[in-house]
């Protein structure tokens, strides 16, 4: 059963035995990241001088996919990708809940209801840990030792960089300085038009407003 791009980057954030989010303050920043690379692939829209062009406003019979296609036509100008990439990282919680549901459902992910004193939440390890540990070596091939793989393998490396999850998959310093600068080569060789390229750095840039907004509203009330 094939997966999309968006539903493989949901599986690397989760952790994969105890099922929570390794990137809480940035996966939603990489989900929104991933849309805008599947509806490049799909030729639903392109990327140039850091805006997003919506090419086709057909529905794709996909949930998250139609959502964003409808946002981008409904606007009267292009959207700076950053821009865009904030505006559905609001919406990531609306977002990444059908997307786990569905992996729950194609039996990728469990859910595990937990309770800390009366308070229950829920957190969802890996069921098919073969198939994670898979994609994380893949990108581990492919960044150090140049082993290509399928084409959604670059822009999973590009997406985890971007929200700091790479050192989750490199063990050793050396393997993680080596990683830092493999993965920004890999993101520029890439040949989906400019999108990767303009999408990771959109990515990055959205997170260090976010990190810079939030150092600034924490020392403020200091």
Avoid: W
Avoid at 193 to 200: G, H, L
């Amino acid at each position: 059963m094939d997966l999309t791009l968006k539903e493989k980057f949901v599986l690397l954030i989760l952790h994969p035995d105890k099922g929570h989010n390794m990137a809480i303050s940035f996966s939603g920043y990489g989900i929104a990241g991933a849309m805008l690379l599947e509806l490049a692939g799909m030729e639903k829209l392109k990327i140039e001088d850091k805006r997003v062009k919506l090419l086709d406003s057909k529905k794709t019979d996909d949930e998250q996919l139609d959502y964003l296609i409808e946002i981008l036509r409904r606007s009267d100008k292009s959207y700076k990708v950053k821009s865009i990439i904030s505006k559905i990282q609001g919406k990531s919680s609306k977002i990444r809940k059908p997307l786990i549901e569905g992996l729950v459902k194609k039996r990728y992910l469990k859910e595990v209801e937990k309770r800390f004193l009366i308070f229950k939440y829920k957190r969802y390890p890996s069921s098919n840990i073969r198939y994670r540990n898979e994609l994380v070596e893949h990108i581990r091939r492919m960044v150090l030792r140049n082993i290509k793989s399928d084409d959604d393998i670059p822009l999973l490396a590009g997406l985890a960089g971007a929200c700091r999850l790479s050192d989750k998959f490199f063990r050793t310093r050396e393997e993680r300085k080596i990683a830092r600068k493999r993965i920004k080569e890999i993101v520029k060789e890439n040949d989906i038009d400019q999108a990767i390229d303009e999408t990771v750095k959109a990515v990055q840039a959205a997170i260090m407003v976010s990190i810079a907004t939030t150092a600034v509203v924490t020392s403020t009330s200091h």
